[in-house]
Structures are given as C-alpha cells and as structure tokens.
C-alpha cells in the first residue's frame, strides 16, 4: 500500500502563488507515475497534470497550462505542483495520485490516492 500525503494548501489572493507537496516513504516512489487532481465543491474529480517516473514527460490540463508546473524529485520522494497566477477558479480540493503502470489524465486510471489538500483562492 503506497501511502501520499500532501502538503502546502492554503489560501492565496489571486495572481499569488503556492506550492504543493506530495511525500511518500514508498521506496520504490522512482518507477511510480505521479498525477494532481483537484476537486471542488459539487464538482467531479478533474485532472491537473501527471508526470512520468523519469519526470521526462508532463500532461497538463489547458486550464493550468503555462501557470502549473509538476516536478517530482525521486531521492526524496516527492512530487510538487508549482501554481503560480492563481485564479478564483483554481479553488479546490488537490489530490495526488501514484500509479506503477498508468500515466494519464483519468482519475480512474491511478490507484493511489492522497487525502488531499485545500487551495482557496480569493478575488
């Protein structure tokens, strides 16, 4: 059982940045592929960005496209959401998800999943 936990939620003004963490004591974190997902009220579960195990490719939703960034850092275990120019509309719910085998945009596709992190954006 992979175990995610992340961190660096909070509320920002928007145009303001965060940065999100998502740590595992997993020791075989490297060959995972790694997502953020986000989830606001009344809303389903949307995708945000993936990046392979390498970290040599990385998907992005069109709506964080240019302002989001993933990076992963396999000697610590971790993967990061960057989210700069943030937008009223990013307020959410962010998850992360771990998979051996799936790299993709479906929630459904990956099997690990954190218990997620709040990101309040206020106008």
């Known amino acids: 059982q992979v175990q995610l936990v992340e961190s660096g939620g909070g509320l920002a003004q928007a145009g303001g940045s965060l940065r999100l963490s998502c740590a595992t004591s997993e020791r075989t974190f490297s060959v995972y592929h790694m997502g953020w997902f986000r989830q606001a009220p009344g809303k389903e579960r949307a995708f945000v960005a993936a990046?392979?195990?390498?970290?040599?490719?990385?998907a992005y939703a069109d709506s964080v496209k240019g302002r989001f960034t993933i990076s992963r850092d396999n000697a610590k275990n971790t993967v990061f959401l960057q989210m700069n120019s943030l937008k009223p509309e990013d307020t959410a719910v962010y998850y992360c998800?771990?998979?051996?085998?799936?790299?993709?945009?479906?929630?459904?596709?990956?099997?690990?999943w954190g218990q997620g992190t709040q990101v309040t954006v206020s106008s």
């Open positions: 998800a771990a998979d051996r085998t799936y790299y993709g945009s479906s929630y459904l596709g990956f099997h690990y």
């Open positions: 990046i392979r195990w390498s970290g040599g490719n990385t």
